[in-house]
């Protein structure tokens, strides 16, 4: 065989190297710098130096490579063991799903949204589960408890990484010029709040909208005891 046959059996450059794994850090590239609006597979090839029509053998269109994503940030996800208090876990697993959405910024709103059915993408449903059936719950009412808490997450988090408050804690200036438009708004309510208003701490809205709802799902146990 010649040595000109033999090359022209070889893959192309890249794509002798192309796995699941390396197209997902290739897209988490491609969202770090642009967004996940500018993933496709073309971009994603750019990337790895291959032929965007190779990565059709690892992923399903663009659509694969964000499932891909979110499943590997998701399957990344370190859940907490189990303690047998409700609220003690369920806080624990907010705090680990919080770590993993913020771990990929940019990538977040694919954790946040996507609808997925692969073993990574339900596990932290079925830790969510398992504290609310060990606490008495039946199934049904367990997925409503389950369906409040995220969504209740996923807006925090939403706000969190992807609203980016313009004011945050550390600009002095920008707080400072917030406050003054807020309090001559004319609105009394807005304008007594202006101070709150205009600083955003993530780390304690955060806490305080986990704490909020464990109050209330911890109550409907309680009344359901």
Do not use: W
């Amino acid at each position: 065989m010649s040595t000109s046959a033999v090359r022209r059996g070889r893959p192309p450059k890249g794509e002798s190297r192309l796995s699941r794994e390396a197209i997902v850090r290739a897209t988490l590239r491609v969202i770090a710098a642009d967004g996940v609006a500018a993933v496709s597979m073309r971009a994603v090839g750019r990337v790895l130096g291959a032929d965007a029509k190779s990565l059709y053998n690892h992923v399903d269109g663009k659509e694969g490579l964000l499932d891909a994503v979110a499943e590997h940030l998701l399957g990344a996800m370190a859940l907490p063991e189990p303690t047998g208090d409700p609220r003690a876990d369920l806080r624990a697993i907010a705090h680990a799903f919080r770590e993993q959405a913020l771990a990929h910024p940019g990538a977040a709103s694919l954790v946040l949204t996507r609808q997925l059915a692969s073993f990574e993408a339900l596990a932290p449903v079925e830790a969510v589960l398992a504290v609310l059936r060990d606490a008495g719950c039946p199934a049904g009412e367990s997925v409503h408890l389950l369906r409040t808490l995220l969504a209740t997450l996923i807006g925090t988090l939403l706000r969190e990484v992807d609203a980016g408050p313009t004011y945050g804690t550390t600009d002095v200036a920008a707080l400072a010029r917030r406050r003054s438009v807020l309090a001559g708004s004319g609105l009394p309510a807005v304008s007594r709040a202006a101070a709150q208003l205009a600083r955003f701490d993530a780390d304690t809205e955060f806490e305080f909208t986990v704490e909020l709802a464990l109050d209330a799902l911890v109550a409907r146990l309680g009344d359901r005891r």
